[in-house]
């Protein structure tokens, strides 16, 4: 059974039993499912998430595999050749506010990040992750190849395989983040070109990268994982999860309107599913908040809405299907509108869980890295795994750590520290902190700056050196109870 | 180094320093003076030119036009800080957030060490509301800080509203890379020290009690400080001197004077036009007027506008000053919000920190810059005459040591233990100034008819006269003084502490070493106990920082051709001594304590040099 869990934030995920279509694909071995996610955040922006699956039942590592149809062949080839259990790798070019847009889709940190867990016959891990970086920086023309033993970590408690895995030995795990990547459109035509129908036709199509860099974020990222083939869980199959989220603000294109449309946003329509695809569906958030009447106004009319819940909230979701043909009978192309049908009210919801991370102090000789954790929930407590990795030229200081919530000290209950070695690699250092109820947590530690040879600043030094995000892991609880899920039939959006 | 190292050469030219002292120190007095009033002549100033490559060569093309509503903007703001009686923050919130700004308020208070009598103030408490445009696609590692001062009265409204106007204007632009603060900051310099040591999560000033948790948008590149308050202006005056007489990188100011030009504003530095001669008389006295009040203004120490304590984080800023005179030809909203709009872009795209031009310079005017390699020549040949009476002294001492090696007993070694009691009571000296003034006040306020401010002031003068009467008292410590030695070796040792803290001080505040070095340095030189005393004495005292002060208030009220008239002029000094305590206290200056603790101290040793007996 594939673990319900998120990215990053693993969060109690429920979601009824959806009107699935059994994709016509079954009987074929591999399937493709593609899925828009459209939905409004309580700021008026609007988020777009893409998903692309490509599913298929073969045991790729085997090696017995030559003939690919949906599955791309250079991913599939270098989860054979370098022994991959697991890959997820993002390309993020700007910040998700959580503060301000809620919890997000699918979670990134700004730039590159990989991570990957290696099947337990790989004798050199540390050869095959430099050997894959390498190959993954030419798939998508990013400056993957950077990543080496200086930013490279193993975490051991944050990150859990997301797919079929019988043991987590950490060993097996490399992480690394390259907050410099700027993302553009070099690294979108090597993605685009994955898919199986390219940009030509079904949602792909929307992809057009003038619009999709004409916005506040812009996130894409490739997942693969093996999962169960059926219920009964005998034989593995390889999933490819291609995602991409898009923020479109209102302000700077909409002239102060707040209304959308799919045009507006990507200047093109849809006009068909992509004929390879086994199912093709556009859904659009138009949950109600606080429980009053309908914020928003959509039309066409949907065929059909879909209840979910979504990390930890009950979301009503209109549904497009893009493959049932009384949708183009009308007209011969789709474009959603969305209405705002009163003006929003100036208090925003804050998420139940949000952090913030600046340096503080002046100089340039020592600073103090400091992570404010908030959590908002009016009586539950609960605990986050936070880990940090800081490059190898901020030395820290490790007795300067402390943690202290409702200025009382908040002892953490794990904690994992490696300190970095000069011009090998950085720091890591990973806590389990207990977040009381409604409080602020401020996480400092103090660092002083090492002194570079001169060939060792990166271009621009003035411009400063980048520290990567830290990666907050937790559980946040919600209201509402888990149920069993059959994730194989529920929309995309509501797993991983 | 042949010179120094050949035993021949050496006497050779030790014998020439002990020979031709007195006409060597007095020509490189008159050279040190010579070369700074040199500085404001043209081949020495060359022109100002952008070195950063991200800003300079292709220009913005500015396309704000909302100058109209920056106007209605600042009525409203005006209606309601008059309904408010102080900062509107809640309507400055509403509105902010309506531009579709992240917005966030910062309440600070802070209780002044005695009150302040021209602002009036004491217990302070206040809000900095702030928005922050949030650029898209960045992940907030970098922003730009536009700030205006929210001031009691009718002040400065228009500057409000022409912020919230380019508020509304950027927030529909794409192309910024870095996140812009729009802040508004209660209480000028109070609240933006507040809110900087907030933003960079430190505590500088000691007691600034503030909320904590505040929006942040990474590391501030530059900030633009903005006081306008009429609806035209003629001209704009940009200050750049900040805490300390800390510079902001030249290039700052290169683009303002560009986008001036551009737009074909009127730009002034202190106040003074550039003139398009420089070959003319008139021409060379005006820029060295321009130049002279810069070098007040600096030694100053205090920062000239709000931008000034962003230096202090390596923060490069300036302050734009809208001057609305009885000029004919007058400016709109419009094309100031350009010029803003202009400089914002550019600073937009900057790749790193302003770092290519000079951080330390003099502007004879706005289009013309004395880097440091050019001015401090002028500082070395005052400090060389210190040198040269140093190595005279030492030398005279070295050589009657060597004449008398069987000299008298008691004349052999008066000096160092001798020393001591007048080091010491000088150094006391300066440490009661510097602390007795803030910690008596309360006695002071109970045994006279004086409020705090004024007691302050006035036991800081008073102890600074009465370390005059000290050289009395200290002699009946001193046993078996009164020899030539003893005098020479104080005036060796108060030389040698003299050069030493203005040598230091010049590298960090040019302007302030050069003055005191200029005022300071022949007195020093001169003194000594048998000599005509009386003369002594009165260039002595002349020479004290007080009376530097006091000359510097007389000489800057002239140069801005509204002279102060002589009970005017103590007023200021009065006012500026109070000022230069609490800058202190509430900012971290530095002149004060340095005056207290080091250069008084310095002149003490000197006074007692003159009544040696």
Known sequence: ?496 | MGLLSDPHCRRALSRLVLRLNTPLCALSYVMGLGWFLALAFQPLAPRTYMSENAMGSTMVEEQFLFGERALSYAREFAGHKKKAGGMPVAWLEKTMWSLGLEVHRQPFARTLPFPDETRERYMVKGTNVYGILRAPRAASTESLVLSVPCTEGPHNNQAVGLMLALAAYFRGQIYWAKDIIFLVNEHDLLGMEAWLEAYHDVNVTGEVRSSGTLGRAGAIQAAISLELSSDVVTSFDVAVEGLNGQLPNLDLLNLFHAFCQKNGLLCTIQGKLPRSDWDSLPAYAHSLQTLLLMVLAQASGRPRGDHGLFLRYRIEAITLRGINSFRQYKYDMTTVGKTLEGMFRKLNNLLERLHQSYFFYLLPSLSRFVSIGIYMPAFGFLLLVLILKISFLGGREAGEGQAAPSGPGMDSRPGLLALVPPLLICQAAGLALYCLPVLGQRVATQHFPVSEAEAVVLTAIAIYVAGMALPHSTHRVLAGAGSDRGWMTLKLLALLYLALQLGCLALLNFSLGFLLAATMVPAAAAVQPNGPRVLLAVLLVLATPAATLLLGIFLQRELVEAPAAAGEGWQLFLAAVGEGLLQHHLYGALPFPFLALCAYPAWLLLWNVLFWK
């Open chain 1, 1 to 496: 059974m594939a673990a319900a869990a998120a990215a990053l934030l693993l969060l109690l995920l429920a979601a009824a039993a959806g009107p699935g279509r059994v994709g016509a694909g079954r009987a074929r071995r591999d399937a493709l499912r593609e899925e828009l996610l459209l939905s409004p955040l309580p700021a008026g922006d609007v988020a777009a998430t893409f998903q692309f699956r490509t599913r298929w039942d073969a045991d790729l590592p085997r090696g017995a595999v030559s003939h690919y149809r949906l599955f791309p062949k250079a991913l599939g080839r270098l989860v054979a050749a370098l022994g991959v259990q697991e890959l997820h790798l993002a390309l993020t070019q700007g910040f998700w506010r959580t503060r301000t847009w809620g919890q997000p889709p699918l979670q990134a940190p700004a730039g590159a990040e990989l991570w990957v867990w290696f099947q337990p016959t790989v004798t050199d891990v540390d050869k095959a992750w430099k050997e894959l970086s390498n190959i993954l920086s030419g798939i998508f023309c990013a400056s993957l190849n950077f990543i080496d033993s200086t930013n490279t970590v193993t975490p051991t408690a944050s990150f859990k395989p997301l797919g079929l895995a019988n043991g987590t030995d950490h060993h097996l795990l490399r992480y690394a983040v390259l907050p410099r990547e700027v993302v553009c459109t070099e690294n979108l035509t090597p993605w685009k070109k994955l898919l199986p129908c390219g940009s030509k036709a079904g949602l792909a199509v929307l992809l057009k990268a003038e619009r999709l860099f004409h916005s506040s974020y812009h996130s894409q990222a490739v997942h693969i994982r093996p999962i169960c083939r059926d219920a009964s869980c005998l034989a593995v199959s390889w999933e490819l999860r291609q995602t991409l989220t898009v923020v479109f603000d209102t302000f700077s294109s909409g002239q102060g309107k707040k209304d959308w449309s799919l045009f507006k946003m990507f200047s093109r329509t849809l006009t068909d599913a992509c004929p390879l695809a086994s199912q093709s569906k556009v859904y659009v958030d138009i949950s109600p908040k606080n429980k009053e009447k309908e914020l928003l106004e959509v039309t066409p009319a949907p065929a059909s809405v879909y209840e979910a819940i979504v990390q930890g909230d009950k979301r009503t979701y209109a549904v497009y299907d893009l493959l049932s043909p009384s949708l183009f009978n009308t007209s011969r192309s789709l474009n959603v509108q969305l209405k705002w049908k009163r003006p929003q009210d100036t208090e925003l919801p804050t998420p139940v869980l949000h952090a913030q991370r600046y340096v503080s102090g002046y100089g340039l000789q020592t600073g103090e890295i400091s992570t404010l954790i908030y959590n908002t929930h009016p009586y539950r407590a609960f605990p986050v795994m936070l880990l940090e990795t800081v490059p190898w030229y901020l030395r820290l200081y490790v007795h300067t750590l402390t943690i202290i919530t409702k200025g009382k000290e908040n002892k953490p209950s794990y904690i994992h520290y490696q300190p970095a070695q000069d011009r090998r690699r950085p720091h890591l250092l990973e806590m389990l902190i207990q977040l009381p109820a409604n409080s602020v947590t401020k996480i400092t530690i103090q660092f002083e700056r090492a002194l570079l040879k001169w060939t060792e600043y990166t271009p621009d030094p003035n411009h400063g050196f980048y520290v990567s995000s830290s990666v907050l892991s937790a559980l946040v609880p919600s209201v509402i109870a888990m149920k069993d899920v059959d994730v194989e039939q529920s929309p995309l959006f509501t797993s991983l």
